[in-house]
Nanobody, 123 residues
Framework: QVQLVESGGGLVQAGGSLRLSCAAS????????MGWFRQASGKEREFVAA????????YLTDSVKGRFTISRNNAKNTAYLQMNSLKPEDSAIYYC????????????????WGQGTQVTVSS
């Protein structure tokens, strides 16, 4: 079965950096668009970033542009989210997700999800 396993979360001070990884198995990784979403306490899950199967197309929500970078290594079946200049408002559980079709931005279009990794940014 499909498994997406996130890692790399943790506690960091404002201005710091973290790199999240999403290791995928049970799917032909190179065919899937990979996305990162986050959910803060009491809020809805929101789109953060996505990368097309080839890496050619990248999508970022406005609040992370210039600070976050999404990438993938199809040979390692892994997607990454490099987060720099972190802010307290970036604190959330971060989820990776995979999809074949539909919008890169819509969480409803992603059929496979990881269990999430907590990111906490202290001020």
């Amino acid at each position: 079965q499909v498994q997406l396993v996130e890692s790399g979360g943790g506690l960091v001070q404002a201005g710091g950096s973290l790199r999240l990884s999403c290791a995928a198995s049970g799917l032909t990784f190179s065919r899937y668009t990979m996305g990162w979403f986050r959910q803060a306490s009491g809020k809805e899950r929101e789109f953060v970033a996505a990368i097309s199967w080839s890496g050619e197309n990248i999508y970022l929500t406005d609040s992370v542009k210039g600070r976050f970078t999404i990438s993938r290594n199809n040979a390692k079946n892994t997607a990454y989210l490099q987060m720099n200049s972190l802010k307290p408002e970036d604190s959330a559980i971060y989820y990776c997700a995979a999809k074949l079709y539909g919008s890169a931005y819509r969480k409803e279009d992603y059929g496979n999800w990881g269990q999430g990794t907590q990111v906490t940014v202290s001020s």
